[in-house]
């Protein structure tokens, strides 16, 4: 099996920073696409940036230019560097990647567990 394992997150005032972090773990042969999507209360989980084993970057548009995402493909790792956050940025966050296990043919889509953000104005 595979796992997502994420770390960070937490309490900011708005103006900081924070830096969340997922590690793919298990029977891994091969990671497509990884990143992270959020949530917050009352709405739907939407992307907030992807990075593909190649090196291709995907934001969303309401965190360019302060959220950076960057990927360890030796490592299966995958961070997420938030700076300048905003209220708007609270909510739940969760790691995202799309792996080919041991047992498969194909790759699958695997979530962690999701992490909180919390911004205070």
């Known amino acids: 099996q595979v796992q997502l394992v994420e770390s960070g997150g937490g309490l900011v005032q708005a103006g900081g920073s924070l830096r969340l972090s997922c590690a793919a773990s298990?029977?891994?042969?091969?990671?497509?696409?990884m990143g992270w999507y959020r949530q917050a209360p009352g709405k739907q989980r939407e992307l907030v940036a992807t990075?593909?084993?190649?090196?291709?970057?995907n934001y969303a548009t309401s965190v360019k230019g302060r959220f950076t995402i960057s990927r360890d493909n030796p490592k299966n790792t995958v961070d997420l560097q938030m700076n300048s956050l905003n209220p708007e940025d609270t909510g739940v966050y969760y790691c995202?990647?799309?792996?080919?296990?041991?047992?498969?043919?194909?790759?699958?889509?695997?979530w962690g567990q999701g992490t909180q953000v919390t911004v205070s104005s």
């Open positions: 990075t593909t084993s190649g090196g291709n970057l």
């Open positions: 298990g029977s891994i042969v091969s990671v497509g696409v």
């Open positions: 995202y990647s799309a792996v080919r296990s041991r047992w498969q043919t194909f790759e699958q889509n695997y």
